[in-house]
């Protein structure tokens, strides 16, 4: 299975701090936005990588990833010039899907919590059909919603409904088979000039081939969309990171772990960041044994 991350886009709802600089580059906490959305596609066994980006904002994800060789990846970019909604992602990368499964994230979500690895490994072995990933908010009429029948079976998603059907919304997290791209160029734009992630799920629906995962007490999903949204989060990993002595989103230690890299490249990658807390936690961590 592939991985796309959709991160182009203004970020118009962060001006100006977004005025020079890609949203998903902005720190949450101790490291970039886009390191989140990443460690997700890593946590289910995903190497090779598309990062969807506008012409202006490339460059520095090229600078702060290159190729993807340094944590056992491979990288390949491609232009957004104009966002024309989430949907249109499989239409820019379906040479690089070329015919496999893939999996979408965007660039400004967040997921932490017990059992999501598992969750991610098991979407990422599908064969046929699509997976996403639902979370229960307090104001669904922002999201796309999933309404039921009398038998709690998933039968249809609204975007942004004004008389939400249900609590559950989806996530920016979605694994579809090698039909996507396909879909993808049959759809025609909404009414807000958008080519509809919605409609690309819908489809899957309508065909019995989509499967919802929900994630329940123990799995967080952040949104980090506006100023508001980035204090919070920043606030969450920080908690975490000082309870728990562990680092979320370490592209490194998630690569090590997988067996993608080896203890000498994850060293170099540490001390080339050596005097940050993000780096001597790396070493702080081999000094325990852990990189072994």
Excluded at 102 to 130: C, K, T
């Amino acid at each position: 299975m592939k991985g796309i991350i959709l991160a182009g886009g203004t970020g118009s709802r962060l001006f100006p701090a977004t005025f020079a600089v890609s949203k998903q580059l902005i720190p949450v906490y101790d490291k970039p936005m886009v390191y989140y959305p990443l460690s997700v596609l890593m946590l289910a066994g995903i190497r090779d990588i598309a990062l969807i980006s506008t012409p202006r904002d490339l460059p520095a994800f090229k600078a702060l990833f290159g190729d993807g060789r340094e944590l056992g990846l491979n990288f390949t970019y491609i232009e957004q010039p104009q966002p024309k909604g989430i949907a249109q992602a499989f239409i820019l990368a379906q040479d690089f899907i070329a015919g496999d499964n893939v999996a979408l994230i965007l660039g400004d979500n967040i997921f932490y919590g017990s059992g999501l690895e598992e969750m991610l490994l098991r979407a990422s072995a599908l064969e046929e059909g699509a997976e996403i990933f639902a979370s229960r908010v307090v104001n669904p009429a922002a999201y796309g919603v999933i309404g039921f029948d009398d038998k709690g079976k998933p039968t249809r998603i609204t975007e942004k409904p004004s008389k939400p059907a249900s609590p559950w919304a989806v996530t920016g997290l979605y694994f579809y088979d090698s039909q996507v791209s396909q879909i993808a160029r049959g759809l025609k734009f909404s009414a807000r000039g958008e080519l509809e992630i919605t409609d690309i799920n819908n489809a899957y629906l309508e065909k019995g081939l989509m499967r919802v995962n929900f994630m329940e007490r123990g799995i967080a999903w952040l949104d980090t969309g506006t100023h508001e949204d980035l204090i919070k989060a920043s606030t969450f990993i920080e908690s975490i990171e000082a309870r728990q002595g562990i680092k979320t989103a370490c592209l490194e230690a998630i690569a090590f772990e997988k067996g993608w890299i080896d203890r000498a490249a994850l060293l170099k990658r540490a001390e080339g960041m050596k005097g940050t807390p993000y780096g001597d936690y790396l070493l702080n961590c081999d000094a325990e044994g852990l990189w072994k």
